[in-house]
Nanobody, 122 residues
Framework: QVQLVESGGRLVEAGDSLTLSCAASGTLYSIDVMGWYRQVPGKERELVAE???????HYGDFVKGRFTVSRENHRYATYLQMNQLKSEDTAVYFCKADRVRVAWDQIRSNIWGQGTQVTVSS
């Protein structure tokens, strides 16, 4: 059983910076993709940023250079550094792991954390 646990979400003011952390636990051999999504009530979950095991990144269009995703592969962890936060960044941020090898012949896909709330006051 693979679990993802996020931390770091809290109330901040517009213009502040915040770093989210996510750690995977369980029987793990490798995680191909780790990243972050966010969701507000009434809207679909959207990609914030993701990084492959070899360092390739992909960001949502709204990020515009404000956020940086990183990983520590040996710790099965990912981080999201968020700068210049805006009120519209208020959301629940979810960690996601994809193509997770849990045995030599078993891969799990689309594993989600429980989410962490980020609230940006204007």
């Amino acid at each position: 059983q693979v679990q993802l646990v996020e931390s770091g979400g809290r109330l901040v003011e517009a213009g502040d910076s915040l770093t989210l952390s996510c750690a995977a636990s369980g029987t793990l051999y490798s995680i191909d993709v780790m990243g972050w999504y966010r969701q507000v009530p009434g809207k679909e979950r959207e990609l914030v940023a993701e990084m492959t095991i070899d360092g390739n990144t992909h960001y949502g269009d709204f990020v515009k250079g404000r956020f940086t995703v990183s990983r520590e592969n040996h710790r099965y962890a990912t981080y999201l550094q968020m700068n210049q936060l805006k009120s519209e960044d208020t959301a629940v941020y979810f960690c996601k792991a994809d193509r997770v090898r849990v045995a030599w012949d078993q891969i799990r896909s689309n594993i989600w954390g429980q989410g962490t709330q980020v609230t940006v006051s204007s």
